[in-house]
């Protein structure tokens, strides 16, 4: 999130000195135009772009991973806690209970494709319940349409019961589960695409999620922007006096940029706005606005 105000900033110190020293003037006595420096710059933009994606993909995931974990186990004190979703089902344990979830609806609190095991103190599996949907309905959970499989102490053989509704008394409530929204940031862009392709075939609303998707794409271009936007307001005929409104005029983009990308990701969020556009229409505005200003330079 910092490379692309860094990015706007360096490209405004740069060109604002060679512009002040006469640099640029020398630059062009010798047919070098300002737009093949641009050339030049823009390679070297486009491979810190490709790193920041690299970066959320790649690092950032297994740093979320850790900070997650810390917070769980040191901060809330839930040493037990595990929260898995890269795998094809969400994993959660909680104290003797390990719960998978195909998927968890946070508008309505529901869970579909829950299945949930029993251990005894000693960690052996007492029961298995499966179950299409989970809803909570204030105190407990309601597993619709499953399966109770009991597991004989003295023989071990497993005894199964469908049922059409059980009540599964649990200490974790729909506010548990949200952290799930939250752990998305974890998952790599295959791993983050696997999630809302199984949310969608369960039903559940994903605009959020694909907001996220299309965000890691757009964030990580985002310098290159601002690059093209800093080029027209470095480069002047006058000398001084320059660099402290170059650097204001650059606080000033940099803030409006930011403004608009977060107000177009909470649209997309909400649904106004498909997810592919709320994630790039800010960096097409200010595209099209950079290529106006950088055709009236002279």
């Not at 490379?3 to 360096?10: D, V």
């Not at 946070?106 to 989970?134: C, H, K, M, W």
């Not at 803030?255 to 556009?277: A, D, E, T």
Request: proline share 5%.
């Amino acid at each position: 999130m910092v490379a692309p105000p860094a990015t706007l900033i360096a490209t405004v110190l740069t060109f604002s000195t060679l512009s002040r020293n006469n640099e640029l003037i020398a630059c062009h006595s010798i047919g070098i135009s300002l737009m093949q420096m641009l050339g030049v710059l823009i390679p070297i933009v486009f491979v810190l772009c490709c790193f920041s994606l690299v970066a959320q993909d790649r690092i950032l995931p297994v740093f979320h991973e850790k900070k997650s974990l810390y917070y769980w186990r040191e901060i809330k004190k839930k040493q037990d806690f595990f929260l898995d979703v890269k795998q094809d089902k969400i994993w959660y344990r909680s104290n003797n209970l390990i719960y998978n979830l195909r998927s968890f609806d946070p508008q309505t609190d529901r869970i579909f494709g829950v299945g949930v095991y029993v251990f005894s103190s000693e960690f052996n599996l007492v029961e298995f319940l499966q179950a299409e949907f989970a809803t909570f309905n204030g105190t407990d959970w309601d597993l619709s349409q499953g399966k109770s499989t009991h597991f004989d102490p003295d023989t071990g053989y497993p005894v199964v019961e469908p049922f059409k509704k059980h009540i599964l008394k649990i200490k974790e409530s729909p506010k548990d589960f949200k952290v799930i929204e939250k752990e998305v940031d974890r998952l790599r862009i295959k791993e983050l695409i696997r999630f809302i392709d199984r949310n969608k075939k369960s039903g559940i609303d994903s605009k959020a999620f694909e907001v996220k998707l299309h965000s890691r794409f757009s964030l990580s271009f985002i310098p290159l922007i601002m690059c093209l936007l800093a080029l027209p307001f470095s480069v002047s005929r006058t000398r001084e006096g320059r660099l402290g409104r170059d650097l204001t005029m650059a606080m000033v983009i940099t803030f409006f940029y930011w403004l608009s990308y977060s107000v177009c990701l909470s649209f997309g969020q909400n649904g106004m706005v498909i997810p592919v556009l709320a994630a790039w229409l800010p960096s097409i505005v200010f595209g099209i606005l950079a290529a106006i200003l950088l055709k009236r330079m002279p």
